[in-house]
């Protein structure tokens, strides 16, 4: 765009880079989940990624700032920790623990989606006809990915890992949500390090529980990659560069970006992974992305 800012091209360069860190979360978190739970594989990202948040708030003198907020601001963060983080990452290696991850991340595609549908049901967003039109488009691409083109048989072919993943899904969706209204008071990176935070206290305590099927053995030099990958870039990042970006363009603008983790995903997951990918899950991605372009292009 010719017309912005530098801060505003480097937001928007930064926003365009979010969906390809993402799109390899998927390859990371697929590689994780085949050696941890989901719980103990969720809980070491989030201390790797909020180690990452607590020494870059320090760097940037907004340390004084964590200890600053009230106690609704407090419960907001806690609430941000609960979905993007308790909620999310559990449901999200245990997606990955069962399905490819190119098929994972076409389902991610919902994402923009779901947030819409949600801001428009909870906080009474007005919707007009194109936009539920597109909302109806992007579903039918899901759909399409899923049942691997067979559209009649979505209760069949929509097992767990996919319901797990959509779950992940409007978990994202109202984390988004909350961090809207959150963000007009707390920057961004603040905002993101006391979500980690409370990630971890809230992951630590599930993780336990996982304790016996954990081995030593499992913990391979590609799965601590993995996870610190997933700490610092998908997390520490990423998040912080979304949160700018729901904070000055609005969660309606930020989210489009996401329609390129699909993209991403299923490449990655194709050159990396070798992941087969049909004609069903191209024609089902491209119609998801296209639809989610409807929403969030019309008025």
Do not use: K
């Amino acid at each position: 765009m010719t017309t912005a800012s530098p801060s505003f091209a480097a937001l928007y360069v930064r926003l365009a880079c979010v969906p390809l860190i993402w799109g390899g979360t998927f390859i990371a978190g697929r590689v994780v989940s085949a050696h941890l739970p989901p719980a103990t594989a969720a809980a070491l990202r989030f201390v790797f990624a909020a180690l990452a948040l607590l020494a870059a708030v320090r760097l940037s003198r907004g340390w004084r700032a964590m200890g600053q907020l009230g106690w609704r601001q407090l419960g907001a963060t806690a609430a941000l920790g609960a979905t993007g983080v308790l909620a999310y990452n559990l449901l999200f290696f245990q997606a990955l623990g069962m399905l490819p991850a190119g098929r994972a991340s076409v389902i991610v595609a919902l994402n923009p989606v779901i947030t819409l549908v949600f801001a428009a049901v909870v906080l009474g967003d007005r919707l007009s006809p194109r936009r539920w039109g597109g909302v109806a488009m992007a579903l039918a691409g899901v759909w399409t990915v899923v049942t691997r083109g067979d559209l009649s048989q979505l209760a069949v072919a929509a097992g767990r890992g996919e319901l797990a993943m959509f779950g992940a899904v409007c978990a994202w969706a109202v984390y988004t949500l909350v961090g809207r209204t959150m963000l007009r008071e707390v920057p961004p990176l603040v905002a993101t390090a006391w979500a980690a935070v409370w990630g971890v206290i809230f992951l630590v305590p599930v993780a336990w529980f996982e304790r016996a099927q954990v081995r030593v053995a499992d913990v391979t030099t590609g799965t601590l990659a993995g996870l610190v990958f997933l700490g610092v870039l998908g997390t520490a990042v990423a998040f912080v560069w979304y949160s700018e970006g729901v904070q000055r363009l609005g969660s309606d603008r930020a989210v489009v970006f996401n329609n390129l983790v699909p993209v991403f995903g299923v490449a990655l997951g194709w050159g990396l992974l070798g992941e087969p990918v049909g004609l069903s899950a191209l024609l089902g991605g491209v119609l998801a992305v296209a639809g989610v372009f409807v929403v969030n292009r019309a008025a």
